[in-house]
């Protein structure tokens, strides 16, 4: 149960006590652990995507600069990764005008209630792409000419090159690819399991 529905459900209450809401943001936030939070900035493929949800998960709503100035990262590279955790709905934003200045000021707030939500969807992705890898491995016989740098042949290509490999000119042998297929259906079955499915 999120915050904004414990507000909707007896907002009376919680009028009364607002101490109960700032505790369950904590708590929600508190159940993130570092695996998580690792995995997701894995995912998003940025280094300093790890010290940037961590100094998320620890305040309410921070505006961008502030998190520039606290973690050390450069602000375009805190902007870009914010837009990928945005694009995910990992992170929530909110748009206030500068009275000063007029420019706009981005608040951000981490959802950690979409975290597992985009763990599972990103399974599902690499799931989907092992499981038609797994197929074209079984379903096609390789070859090749056992050089460094040179490709595995399809079967049906290796015909029209007159089993000569493309790159270097050398014979081209068959490939077997048992181990691989192998490695692909342990991953598949793993995936499947953690996934439920």
């Known amino acids: 149960m ?14 009364a ?28 493929g940025e280094e300093e995507a790890v010290k940037l949800i961590e100094h998320l998960k620890n305040v309410d709503e921070i505006t961008d600069d502030e998190i520039a100035n606290k973690t050390g990262i450069r602000l375009n590279i805190v902007r870009k990764i914010l837009y990928k955790l945005y694009d995910h709905s990992l992170v929530s934003l909110r748009r206030t005008r500068d009275p000063k200045t007029g420019w ?13 939500g985009f763990i599972l969807s990103q399974k599902r992705r690499v799931l989907e792409k092992l499981t038609v890898r797994l197929e074209y491995e079984k379903n096609h016989d390789f070859y090749c000419c056992d050089t460094l740098g040179c490709k595995r042949i399809p079967f049906e290509e290796a015909v029209e090159l007159v089993f000569h490999c493309p790159t270097c000119g050398k014979s081209l042998s068959h490939c077997e ?10 991953k598949v079955e793993q995936l499947r399991k ?4």
Request: proline share 3%; glycine share 2%; charged share 25%.
């Open 2 to 15: 999120n915050v904004d529905s414990v507000e909707n459900v007896n907002k009376s209450f919680i009028a």
């Open 17 to 44: 006590s607002p101490l109960i809401i700032v505790e369950r943001k904590q708590s929600m936030l508190s159940t993130i652990d570092d695996a998580t939070l690792l995995k997701v900035a894995t995912a998003m």
């Open 104 to 116: 706009f000021i981005f608040h951000w707030k981490l959802q950690p209630n979409q975290l597992e």
């Open 177 to 186: 690819n048992g181990k691989l297929v192998l490695r692909l259906s342990e």
């Open 194 to 197: 953690e996934l439920g499915e």
